[in-house]
């Protein structure tokens, strides 16, 4: 099964996927930790993707669109996964759709968290990220234990240089943008279903339950 979660960004996408990953056995595949992570070791992708992320513009379709076709063809996906942060516009869509259908498959299920713009702002500012192993925490809906520490490995927490303010703004101008030409792609295919993303995690997590299980 190959889904897609789109949504802005702050809108739950990630911590929904992490959730969902036991349950559903589908891989979570997410290209802004891919860039993170090389940004990280730095490698040369990571050292051209760099003013894209920190900027929070999007990185160009030629660096991304290998990236995350190389990602997937890996054996941990074999079977699918849940796609996080791709596709991010029209031409990432119909590569993605090529690149399926060239080996027999296709998206089953695209899964749009609609989260208002309004609170997504605020979301962000109080989202923090373990550098370690990338868990994502919310000082209001998802503290840690112990503040700043991380729960599953105890490193300290940091902000993601793209959530801070300028950052946040850019990524929610050009993530608007482009999110209602995505939707209408996979309406139109019969695809998508909409969880609302605005209640209790849990309350998101059931509603993208739904989606996964077909119910529109
Ligand atoms: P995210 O963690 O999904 O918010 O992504 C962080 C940053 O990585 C974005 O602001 C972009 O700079 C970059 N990025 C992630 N996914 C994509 C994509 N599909 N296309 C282009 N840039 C991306």
């Known amino acids: 099964m190959y889904v897609i979660l789109l949504g802005l ?20 595949v997410t290209t802004g930790e891919l860039f993170r992570e090389n940004i990280r070791l730095g490698t040369a992708l990571g050292k051209k993707a760099q003013p894209f992320v920190e900027s929070g513009r999007l990185v160009p379709d030629e660096i991304t669109i ?5 990602r997937i063809s890996q054996p941990d996906c074999a079977r699918g996964c849940m796609l ?18 060239g080996d027999g498959k296709r998206i089953d299920r695209a899964i749009y968290i ?9 979301r962000l500012s109080g989202r923090w990220s373990c550098p370690n192993c990338g868990a994502v925490y919310n000082e209001i809906s998802l503290p840690p234990k112990t503040p700043g520490v991380c729960d599953n490995c105890g490193f300290q927490l940091e902000q993601r240089k793209d959530d801070r303010p300028d950052a946040v703004r850019t990524r929610l101008e050009v993530n608007l943008k482009n999110l209602e030409p995505l939707l209408d792609y996979y ?30």
């Open 9 to 28: 960004p702050g809108a739950g996408k990630g911590t929904q996927a992490a959730l969902l990953k036991n349950e559903t056995g589908l891989a979570h």
């Open 66 to 70: 290998g990236m995350l076709l190389d």
């Open 84 to 101: 996080d942060g791709f596709p991010r516009n029209l031409e990432q869509a119909r590569a993605l759709d090529e690149a399926l259908a």
């Open 114 to 122: 609609s989260v208002a713009t309004g609170k997504l702002v605020r």
């Open 187 to 216: 309406r139109a295919q019969g695809k998508l279903c909409e969880a609302p993303g605005e209640g209790d995690v849990e309350d998101v997590t059931r509603a993208v339950r739904a989606c996964l299980e077909g119910e529109h």
